[in-house]
């Protein structure tokens, strides 16, 4: 039942919603000016082959870098930075291009969003039709690039709104610093009022909390202030707060014995029961990129201050144990092989109790001599062998992975092309998990099934994070490969949201068309290879003070 709060405010005990009454905050800062920072592009005159495989570019470095995308403007729906540039743009760039605006979803006249699909051939909407704060992502970023920020700064904003309001699952209050999973503009057109609903995860499958929201939007906030060279928006008391309010959820004591982040099944992309439960490699990649990055954006006031301070011990505590204990290469592998057990004392080295017979048959032909990857989760006598691309390419971007580590990433990528890859790039996890392994870990999800949708499904949103890692690392001839799969298949098959298959020759049985972040999964992948610049947006460089671990890389590894 909705209760008519204040002025207008409806509030619900199963939504959040946000009327005309309360937009007061949000016109002010709207209304501020955004300072016009003159841009140097300073990637003019290098070449894809000059950024250096150590994550940095040949000169100064991507981290203080602007992206020329603020000052730009596209006139006919195709990404500005084509004019920039000698490239011809696939033709069906501007089809994506149209699709993307179609998804626009406005507020009162202003654009807030986009909705995660537009299928008009699916006779169930579901919750399709909703602005998903991670689904946005690659919308702003293609956004930024096109030099049309202030949907960015509108959408960045109405979250930070949301998240100020008390929010429940049936009698269970949320933590004040949780952000919404999604949000949906309400039309009363007896009344002629706008207002928002948003959902904090009381509507979603299984009722768990978006864990990955909050950091995704201080990531945004980040690629925002990078793009425009516009610091007055982090810098108001309002997205301060927002941050602090995030991290507080975060960097609280308690009784964990680890850095990493305890999380229940279902809390990220993967948002469905699929074995993620515990420290899952993707919330943990995601919670050290958003620590970076509010570290840069907080100010150093009486309240910035201690979570500073926070945020670098905990850091090097993050680093640390992810480079140490999540990391996975050939010598890693065949010490883990010949691991004694019931160690005990401070000198053991089987630290979590994980038991060889544990391992996978599957690893050991799939583990290259030279290459690795960040595993899927580790706790006590528990280790999840699985490859996910979205924590290992978020790790390269973030930094978290070291220069060794990023490099050996990509080898894994090269080496496991057709695994990885295959028709479709990229494959969320591998390998799918089948028979009676998946009735225990899924529960039985008839969506989850084995190489289907997260259970070693293909997604062409991971292109744009796919893209930027391959920059990063120097190695852009991976993303084109990967670029000119997709383009063979994305239009013509109408933007599906996943495909199925080993290979991912399929499209995804229950897959919508006209997914939102496939068409900017791949606007914001071609946009990275035309102006690699962009990649200051979504990436860090190493901080050299992060201790790193002593172990044998598999880099090094001769036949």
């Not at 982040?261 to 469905?272: F, T």
């Amino acid at each position: 039942m909705e209760l008519a709060v204040g002025g207008g405010m409806r509030r619900s005990a199963s939504h959040t919603s946000l009327s005309e009454s309360d937009d007061f905050e949000l016109t002010r800062l709207l209304s501020k000016p955004r300072i016009n920072v003159e841009r140097q592009r300073s990637f003019d005159d290098h070449s894809l082959s000059d950024v250096s495989h150590s994550g940095g570019y040949g000169r100064g470095g991507f981290d203080g870098m602007y992206s020329p995308g603020g000052g730009l403007r596209s006139l006919v729906g195709t990404p500005a930075s084509s004019a920039l540039h000698s490239f011809e743009p696939h033709p069906i760039v501007g089809d994506a291009w149209e699709a993307l605006r179609r998804s626009l979803v406005f507020f009162r006249g202003q654009p807030l969003g986009t909705v995660a699909a537009v299928d008009h051939a699916s006779e169930e909407v579901l919750n399709y039709d909703q602005v998903f704060v991670r689904d946005f992502v690659p919308s702003a970023l293609a956004f930024l690039m096109n030099g049309e920020p202030d949907i960015v700064k509108n959408f960045l904003l109405k979250t930070l709104l949301l998240q100020g309001w008390e929010k429940k699952v049936d009698r269970f209050k949320l933590g004040e610093g949780a952000m919404p999973a999604s949000f949906k503009v309400m039309h009363d057109a007896k009344k002629g009022v706008e207002t928002l609903h948003a959902d904090f995860g009381e509507s979603a499958i299984g009722r768990v909390a978006p864990v990955d929201s909050g950091f995704w939007w201080i990531i945004l906030l980040r690629a925002y202030t990078k793009s425009t060279g516009d610091l007055t928006l982090a810098e108001t008391p309002e997205c301060q707060k927002g941050m602090r309010l995030i991290l507080s959820l975060c960097l609280s004591e308690g009784f964990d014995t680890f850095p990493t982040l305890l999380c229940a099944d279902g809390c990220c992309m993967i948002d469905r029961r699929m074995g993620v439960y515990g420290y899952p490699i993707e919330i943990q990649a995601l919670f050290f990129m958003a620590l970076r990055c509010a570290l840069q954006m907080l100010k150093h006031d009486n309240e910035g201050k201690e979570f500073v301070e926070k945020i670098a011990t905990r850091l090097h505590a993050l680093s640390y144990h992810m480079r140490s204990y999540f990391w996975l290469d050939f010598q890693q592998l065949n010490d883990i092989y010949r691991y004694k057990t019931e160690e005990y004392s401070h000198t053991a080295v089987n630290k979590f109790n994980v038991i060889p017979d544990s391992i996978p048959d599957w690893l050991f032909d799939f583990m290259p001599c030279q290459g690795g990857f960040f595993v899927g989760n580790v706790s006590p006598a528990r280790m999840d062998f699985r490859w996910f691309a979205l924590g290992n390419m978020i790790a390269i971007l973030s930094s978290l992975a070291t220069p060794e580590q990023s490099n050996a990433i990509m080898d894994l990528i090269e080496e496991r092309w057709e695994e990885l890859i295959g028709e479709m790039p990229l494959k969320i996890c591998y390998p799918a998990i089948e028979n009676h392994e998946w009735r225990i870990v899924t529960g039985c999800d008839p969506k989850n099934t084995r190489w289907s949708y997260h259970n070693g499904g293909s997604w062409p949103v991971l292109l744009w994070l796919l893209t930027a890692a391959c920059i990063k690392t120097g190695r852009p001839q991976i993303a084109r490969r990967a670029i000119d799969l997709a383009e063979r298949r994305l239009l013509k098959d109408g933007w599906p949201e996943y495909y199925d298959g080993k290979l991912g020759r399929y499209v995804g049985k229950q897959a919508r068309k006209f997914q939102t972040w496939s068409i900017t999964g791949y606007l914001v992948a071609k946009m990275l290879l035309e102006d690699p610049s962009h990649l200051g947006m979504i990436a860090l460089e190493e901080d050299k003070a992060m201790l790193k671990p002593v172990l044998k890389r598999s880099a090094s590894w001769t036949n």
